[in-house]
C-alpha cells in the first residue's frame, strides 16, 4: 500500500512541475520562432565597408560637358575601394536615346563604369522605337527588353528599378498593371529588412517646369504596403530631398518612404517653384552632382556630392522600418 502512495504522490509532483513550466517554454519557443522572420530582423551594425549606390538621372549630351563632371565624381566614389554600384534615374543621354548617342555621349563618360552600373529607363530612351538603343547598350544589366523593371540584391538591401518608360504611356504604371503585379510580387518574395527603388518620373516634386506625377501612385502605394524605405528618381533636373510620407503626401515618419529627386546627371538644370511641396525638406536648381547612397544593414545614409566648383551639399542618414499592419501580422 505504502508504494503505492508514493507512486501517486510521484504522479502529481510531475504534474505539478509540467503545468508549471510548459508554457513558458511554449513561450520560448514561440519568441525563437517570430525572430527567425528575415524581413524583420535586421542583422549586423554600419560599417566602413557597407556598400555603395551613386548615381543620378538626366545625365549625358553630346552638346553639354555636365555629364564628363560628374562622371569624375563617380570615379571618386569607385576609387575609394568599397563595393560600388552605379545607377541611373532614366533619361541617360540626349537626344533619343539611341544606341549610336550612348556609344558616342554617354560611353567616354558614366560608360566608364558600364560594368558596374544598374540602369532605369526614361523617357528620351523611348525616342528610339522599344527603347532598343538602351537594351543593346547596357545588355542584360537593363533587364528584359520587353520590360526593363527588375530587381537585384546589395549587400543586405533589395533593390528594385521600375520603368516609367514615356511617362507610363509605353508601359503601364497603373495598379492592377503586368508591372505592379510583379512589384508586389517581387517584394513579397524578398526577405531584405530594408528596400529601394529607382525608376524616372517622381511622385512628389517642387520644379516648376513639371512637377510630381500621380501615374506613379500604385507604386507607392505597393512599396509603402511592404515596407519599402526609399525612393530615387530623376526627370526633374534639380535636387530635392523629401521627409517620409505616403503615397498620398501625408507625413509618416513610422512607415513612411523617403523620396529624392537626383535629375542632376550633367544635361540641364530645371528651376524650383516658388511654392514648394508640402513635405520638401531642402531644394537646389543651381548645382549638378551626384546622390551616394551607403547602405548598412538596417540604416542609410545619403550625400549629394556637387561638381567641382559648387558648394551645395546635403547629407543625411534614415533608419530601415518593417511594414506597417496588416502585412506586418
Keep these: 500500500m505504502r508504494w503505492i502512495l508514493w507512486a501517486l504522490l510521484g504522479v502529481f509532483v510531475v504534474a505539478a512541475l509540467y503545468w508549471t513550466f510548459e508554457p513558458i517554454i511554449r513561450e520560448s519557443g514561440s519568441e525563437r520562432r517570430l525572430s527567425a ?40 566614389v569607385v576609387a575609394a575601394g568599397v563595393e560600388t554600384t552605379v545607377f541611373t534615374a532614366g533619361d541617360n543621354v540626349y537626344e533619343s536615346g539611341s544606341l549610336q548617342e550612348y556609344q558616342q555621349c554617354y560611353g567616354p563618360s558614366w560608360g566608364r563604369h558600364k560594368d558596374r552600373t544598374r540602369p532605369a529607363l526614361g ?10 538603343g538602351h537594351f543593346q547598350y547596357f545588355g542584360a544589366a537593363a533587364g528584359e527588353p520587353n520590360k526593363g523593371y527588375y530587381s537585384f540584391e546589395l549587400g543586405s538591401w533589395h533593390i528594385v528599378v521600375l520603368n516609367t518608360n514615356n511617362h507610363c504611356i509605353a508601359l503601364s504604371c497603373n495598379a492592377g498593371s503586368d508591372q505592379d503585379k510583379w512589384l508586389r510580387s517581387d517584394l513579397a518574395a524578398s526577405g531584405a529588412y530594408c528596400t529601394l527603388a529607382i525608376w524616372q518620373d517622381p511622385r512628389f516634386s517642387s520644379s516648376a517646369r513639371a512637377g510630381g506625377s500621380g501615374k506613379v501612385k500604385a507604386f507607392w502605394d505597393a512599396l509603402y504596403d511592404y515596407g519599402a524605405d526609399l525612393v530615387v528618381n530623376g526627370d ?14 501625408t507625413t509618416d515618419q513610422e512607415f513612411g518612404i523617403r523620396e529624392i529627386v537626383v535629375g542632376t546627371g550633367g544635361r540641364s538644370l530645371d528651376i524650383i517653384g516658388p511654392r514648394r511641396q508640402p513635405n520638401s525638406e531642402i531644394t537646389n536648381d543651381d548645382t549638378l552632382g551626384v546622390l551616394k547612397l551607403t547602405l548598412h544593414p538596417a540604416s542609410y545614409d545619403w550625400e549629394f556630392i556637387p561638381v567641382a566648383g559648387f558648394k551645395f551639399h546635403d547629407s543625411g542618414s534614415g533608419a530601415c522600418h518593417a511594414a506597417p499592419a496588416p502585412l506586418n501580422n
Design 123 to 132: 523617357n528620351r530612351e523611348y525616342e528610339t522605337p522599344n527603347a532598343s
Design 236 to 249: 526633374q533636373h534639380n535636387y530635392e530631398r523629401f521627409a517620409p510620407q505616403t503615397s498620398i503626401g
Design 37 to 76: 522572420t528575415p524581413a524583420q530582423t535586421p542583422a549586423g551594425t554600419p560599417g566602413p565597408r557597407d556598400p555603395v549606390l551613386v548615381g543620378a538621372g538626366d545625365i549625358a549630351s553630346c552638346a553639354s560637358d555636365g555629364d564628363e563632371k560628374t562622371a569624375l565624381l563617380l570615379d571618386q
